[in-house]
């Protein structure tokens, strides 16, 4: 695969870090996910590909430990705020002395300057100071945040596994690692560029939700059949939308102009009263093999019976039977190869990673005894 080779630590964290790592493992990185001892369960859902060691890190061994496998790796992905690491001493300036190839990528949400570096948040706080949550809502509604995806995930983890990419390239030139400061604000910012780039040609000169693609728009929203499902409507160019009109089985001559914003609210009013007359697998048949830009809203079990996605592979089962998103891009060459073995529990891997680091086994059994590390395995379901 594309990263095989590489060894990357990621210090457990929640959401962001996790998909940064899970995007490097299912490409072929080697991720250990570092996680703390005496804990119950791990939290983290994205651990696929990944194998875990549990530290102590409030004490000095542990630390120690630490230290080691980063001076023996090429990244290191840790998602405190900002002091944390080199409170610990194993900031980026300690560890790149060692280790000067070492890709230091650091996710937070306002990253490691700036008044707000050191406070809390989560991705609605970014998404509403990166000022894209201003944009997001329906007309005469609150703003509202798409789920957690926009600054997690998009801007957050998979922004920081692009920084990481570009670092190791730029390290085959230079032979030199560097530090990321990647930040979910500014992340989910640089994702949403296309609506500050196109405000300049009156994209989103109305408020809220009465734009063209915020569903302000009739041809651009949702709708609900008569089985109280739902399909996507995305006839944006003139020559869909003539497609979307025929499909419907209305005269156009009797509707007003696609563009005459004053009449979207009741040319809203026409498409949902028709979209209800037939069931979403009827819309289906009809506009399928068109260029209506009609398209039926799957659930999250249906996806994977879709013939689209089913031809493609575009998901699978996991190991527990949950249907989950295979990686993409595709690669031609070296594509992603998703690992359907079981998420790691905590410190099931910790004994055989670190004497793959080189830690003798007595070292392991010290540390062990000592409480700085622990071993577990998973149980056996009867």
């Known amino acids: 695969m594309a990263l095989a080779g590489v060894r990357v630590i990621e210090l457990a964290g929640l959401a962001p870090v996790p998909f940064c790592g899970m995007i490097l493992a299912d490409f072929g990185a080697k991720v250990i996910r570092v996680d703390r001892t005496k804990v119950a369960m791990a939290l983290d859902t994205q651990a696929r590909g990944k ?6 890190l409030k004490s000095p061994e542990g630390v120690a430990v630490l230290k080691r496998l980063c001076v023996q790796s ?9 002091g944390v690491m080199e ?10 002395k060692e280790n000067p190839g070492l890709i230091y990528a650091r996710l937070t949400g306002y990253g490691q300057s700036g008044s707000y570096a050191k406070a809390a948040g989560h991705d609605i706080n970014y998404l509403a100071m990166s000022g894209l949550l201003s944009m997001l809502g329906r007309s005469h509604d609150k703003p509202y945040a798409p789920l ?8 957050g983890g998979l922004t920081c596994a692009f920084g990481v990419v570009l670092a190791l390239l730029e390290r085959t030139r230079s032979g030199r690692g560097q530090v990321i400061d990647a930040t979910m604000v500014e992340g989910a910012a ?13 994209m989103w000169n109305n408020p809220r939700g009465e ?10 929203d949702t709708y609900q059949t008569s089985d109280g499902k739902y399909v996507a409507v995305g006839a944006i160019e003139p020559q869909f939308y003539t497609q979307l009109i025929h499909g419907l089985g209305l005269d156009a001559a009797k509707l007003p102009p696609q563009m005459s914003f004053t009449d979207w609210p009741e040319l809203k009013k026409i498409f949902t009263k028709q979209f209800a007359t037939k069931s979403q697998e009827e819309w289906a048949c009809v506009f399928d093999g068109t260029d209506a830009c009609v398209t039926p809203v799957l659930s999250m079990d249906e996806v994977i019976s879709h013939p689209h996605n089913q031809e493609r592979a575009s998901f699978h089962r996991d190991a527990e039977g949950e249907v989950t998103p295979n990686p993409a891009p595709v690669l031609s060459r ?5 690992c359907l073995d079981r998420d790691p529990i905590i410190g099931e891997h910790t004994r055989p990673v670190l004497e793959e680091f080189g830690f003798k086994p007595t070292e392991v059994d010290q540390l062990l005894s ?11 379901r009867l």
């Open 190 to 202: 640089y994702v949403s560029s296309f609506v500050w780039k196109s405000r300049r040609i009156g």
């Open 370 to 380: 000592a409480g700085v590390i622990e071993c577990n395995s998973a149980r056996a």
């Open 74 to 82: 090429d990244v290191i992905l840790e998602p405190f705020r900002k």
């Open 51 to 56: 194998r875990s060691v549990a530290l102590n």
């Open 211 to 220: 734009n063209l693609l915020d569903s302000g728009a009739p041809f651009y």
């Open 87 to 96: 409170k610990l001493g194993l900031g980026p300036e300690e560890l790149l």
């Open 334 to 338: 070296t594509p992603a190869n998703v």
């Open 148 to 155: 957690n995806l926009v600054a997690d995930f998009a801007g």
